[in-house]
């Protein structure tokens, strides 16, 4: 399902080749794994915690939700608080139930960056339509059928992964029934298209619509939203792409169209490079949704302005933003619908 059950960093597998009469070990890979990830994982979890934790602050206690796009932001950081909280536990290997955090949290992730970028396209594109649309009932309703298909997609991970003893620790490792690969090879592709393929489509489909009314707004936002675009494009496709590119030729692999035993030994590197890689979206995201934008900005100002006043930075900043209102009040209807994206 997501890069973590086939990954080194949650299960290594000995893969045994009939032809060669032996068994192809990925010893190298956990050696080299086991001293550079707790440092790397480390990092990733501080950084993810805090810039997620924030956003979930301001939008709790100060912005209070209120809008549609504050809905899908403030489950967005949610989502990836529990990606990101399975970090610590998969270094030393993780419990079942911090794997069911991960799958849960890779899955749901994928799905508001998703729901995101339809909800700009409705503002953008769409926005007469988007006005009976896009409330807070609605975006309420929408995040809880996707937790519902988040935690639906997980099932056959959180089925057949199983705590158990090895070593003198208990780990989660999954057990599929029956001898063959299929519910591997299905928990693969099940990422592969559900957490990359479809959302990509999604994202091109919407940004894409995007840009071409943008081209027809004239205020000084048009083009840091257009910039916008293009970042929250590439990042996902640079850092989602190389996790489901190895997951499928780890598919490959279980269907024994790849039974080199090298190959192998990289393919299972490159799962733990991957899968590392991805994780660095979750610290990303609160930058790309919410800390450029004016809106929330404003009141990240106001809170630390309550409680650290030796921020300077923040001062004056309400004068900039009502200075930016102005200015959005006069511009055309989807114009003015901007600063849902920024």
Known sequence: MSPAPNSSSTYYEDHYYPEMASTCTTEHSKS???????????????TSLVGN?????????????????????????ISDLLFVF??????????????????????????????????????IVRSVYALRVRTSAHGVIASLALWAVAILASAPDLIFFREMEDSNRTVCLPRYPGSSNGWKIFSNFEVNVLGWLIPVGILIFCYHNILKNLQRCHTRNKYKAMKLVFVVVIVFFLFWTPINVVLFLDSMRNMHIIDDCQASQRLDLALELAEALSFVHC????????????????????????????????NDYSVFHRHKLDRHSSSKLQCTLLHDML
């Open 32 to 46: 080299f794994t086991s001293m550079a990830f707790p440092v790397l994982y480390t990092v990733l979890f501080v």
């Open 53 to 77: 934790a924030l956003v979930v602050w301001i939008l709790m206690a100060f912005k209070k939700v209120r809008a549609m796009t504050d809905v899908y932001l403030l489950n967005l950081a």
């Open 86 to 123: 399975s970090l610590p536990f998969l270094v030393q290997y993780s419990l079942a139930s911090q794997c069911s955090a991960y799958f849960i949290g890779f899955y749901s992730s994928s799905f508001f960056i998703t729901i995101m970028s339809i909800d700009r396209y409705l503002a």
């Open 283 to 314: 610290c990303l995201n609160p930058i790309i949704y919410a800390f450029v934008g004016e809106k929330f900005k404003k009141y990240l100002c106001e809170a630390f302005g309550k409680y650290a006043r030796f921020l300077l930075i923040c």
